[in-house]
């Protein structure tokens, strides 16, 4: 795991959108892993002025989001198809057909969930998953508890993380109590891992999943065991930490060809 500490959400959405121009330049045809919430907003907002000021293309691109609320009807604003199709596809020049999410408004969720794992599999697994943390460490909606090895499956939210969103809704009772999310053995299966988490309400579980046991009652700790796994996180989000300062030392000695 590389932790690295950086002074603002700002500068951590440049550095992931580093990895990712690098990526889609060498790898036209990359797949994404695509993550919702605020934390990747600032990835998106640079990959949109690159796009537009810096040609940066991504015609040949795939994109895989990572989790789907279930019961919210077609084309509501808060589902994540229409999160990422706002955020990210409609800012790029990737093809809309190209970008799919999870289908929490299938009739037989299981086979749509087998299915949505499989279409990952055929477009050549995930080359990088942009990902946020919960409060309560949970990555996608796994939340904690999940199965370190689970795949695309249907959860219930805890009471915490439906608080934590409702501020996206209208109000508490509007936010579903399922959904439809990559498992964290999906997750783990893509080939580069960037988490990106900002602010002081992410403090606790950025150090609990970084420092602490690996755990399935924190499931972003399962990236201790990824080959490839970035952390990207600013001074409020690093303050318990116990070992800043060896991240810092690390960051600032590493040679700039390595890129992340
Ligand atoms: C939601 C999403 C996660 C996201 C988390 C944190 O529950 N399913 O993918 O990481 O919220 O959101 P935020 O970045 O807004 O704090």
Same mark, same amino acid.
């Given at each position: 795991?590389?932790?690295?500490?950086?002074?603002? $959400?700002?500068?951590? *959405? @440049?550095?992931?959108?580093?990895?990712?121009?690098?990526l889609?330049?060498?790898?036209?045809?990359?797949?994404l *892993?695509?993550?919702?919430g $605020? #934390?990747?907003?600032?990835?998106y907002? +640079?990959?949109?002025?690159?796009?537009?000021?810096?040609?940066?293309?991504?015609? /040949?691109?795939?994109?895989?989001?990572?989790?789907?609320?279930?019961?919210?009807?077609?084309?509501?604003?808060? #589902?994540?198809?229409?999160?990422?199709?706002?955020e990210? %596809?409609?800012?790029?020049?990737?093809?809309?057909?190209?970008v799919?999410?999870?289908?929490?408004?299938?009739?037989?969720?299981? !086979?749509?969930?087998?299915?949505?794992? +499989?279409?990952?599999?055929?477009? *050549?697994?995930?080359?990088?998953?942009?990902?946020?943390?919960?409060?309560?460490?949970?990555i996608?909606?796994?939340?904690?508890?999940?199965?370190?090895?689970?795949?695309?499956?249907?959860?219930?939210?805890?009471?915490? %993380?439906?608080?934590?969103?409702?501020?996206?809704?209208? $109000?508490?009772?509007?936010?579903?109590?399922?959904?439809?999310?990559?498992?964290?053995?999906?997750?783990?299966?893509?080939?580069?891992? @960037?988490l990106? !988490?900002?602010?002081?309400?992410?403090?606790?579980?950025?150090?609990?999943?970084i +420092?602490?046991?690996?755990?399935?009652?924190?499931?972003?700790? @399962?990236?201790?065991f990824?080959?490839?796994?970035?952390?990207?996180?600013?001074?409020?989000?690093?303050?318990?930490?116990?070992?800043?300062?060896?991240?810092? /030392?690390?960051?600032? $000695?590493?040679?700039?060809?390595?890129?992340?």
């Open positions: 795991m590389e932790v690295i500490i950086l002074p603002s $959400s700002k500068e951590i *959405g @440049v550095l992931a959108a580093d990895a990712i121009e690098e889609v330049r060498r790898k036209p045809g990359a797949v *892993g695509l993550a919702t $605020s #934390s990747p907003l600032p990835i907002d +640079e990959l949109a002025r690159r796009h537009d000021e810096d040609g940066l293309s991504f015609t /040949q691109a795939h994109g895989f989001a990572l989790d789907e609320y279930v019961g919210l009807p077609l084309g509501h604003h808060e #589902s994540y198809r229409e999160v990422i199709r706002r990210f %596809t409609n800012r790029m020049d990737i093809a809309a057909a190209n799919h999410g999870p289908d929490g408004t299938a009739a037989d969720i299981l !086979a749509a969930c087998d299915a949505y794992e +499989e279409a990952i599999k055929a477009a *050549g697994g995930v080359d990088l998953q942009i990902l946020g943390v919960g409060t309560n460490g949970h996608g909606f796994n939340e904690p508890g999940s199965s370190l090895a689970s795949r695309t499956r249907i959860k219930t939210l805890q009471e915490q %993380t439906r608080t934590d969103n409702a501020r996206f809704f209208d $109000s508490l009772e509007d936010v579903p109590h399922h959904v439809v999310t990559q498992g964290l053995g999906t997750i783990m299966d893509a080939r580069h891992v @960037v990106v !988490a900002s602010g002081a309400g992410k403090a606790q579980a950025v150090r609990d999943f +420092e602490g046991p690996v755990t399935a009652s924190c499931p972003a700790s @399962v990236l201790q990824h080959p490839h796994a970035t952390i990207l996180v600013d001074e409020a989000a690093a303050a318990e930490l116990t070992m800043a300062a060896q991240y810092r /030392q690390t960051y600032s $000695s590493k040679p700039a060809w390595q890129g992340l």
